[in-house]
Nanobody
Framework: QVQLVESGGGLVQAGGSLRLSCAAS????????MGWFRQAPGKEREFVAA???????YYADSVRGRSTISRDNAKNTVYLQMNSLKPEDTAVYYC??????????????????WGQGTQVTVSS
């Protein structure tokens, strides 16, 4: 059974940093695209970042320059380092794995597996 477990969320002041982790189990994702999405209260889920197995990365404009996605294939884990956090970054952050072939990494519906989410709250 595949599981994605996010961790690292929490409450942080504006300008602070957090490092989110997503540990996968049940299969390896070293050859798969993995991504991060977020959903704020009352808003739709939105793309944050993604990383292909080739290490090509993608970022939403809202986080580009402040966030870095990385992966450790030996640990079957993907990370999201977020710096200079803003109150508008407050959301539940979800890890997604196994982008289906030919699909856009920006499309949440194109991923096969999802974690349960971790809350990030940025206070002003």
């Amino acid at each position: 059974q595949v599981q994605l477990v996010e961790s690292g969320g929490g409450l942080v002041q504006a300008g602070g940093s957090l490092r989110l982790s997503c540990a996968a189990s049940g299969r390896t994702f070293s050859s798969s695209t993995m991504g991060w999405f977020r959903q704020a209260p009352g808003k739709e889920r939105e793309f944050v970042a993604a990383m292909r197995s080739s290490s090509t990365t993608y970022y939403a404009d809202s986080v580009r320059g402040r966030s870095t996605i990385s992966r450790d294939n030996a640990k079957n884990t993907v990370y999201l380092q977020m710096n200079s956090l803003k109150p508008e970054d407050t959301a539940v952050y979800y890890c997604a794995a196994d982008l289906r072939p030919g699909q856009s990494p920006f499309n949440g519906r194109a991923y096969s597996y999802w974690g349960q989410g971790t809350q990030v709250t940025v206070s002003s």
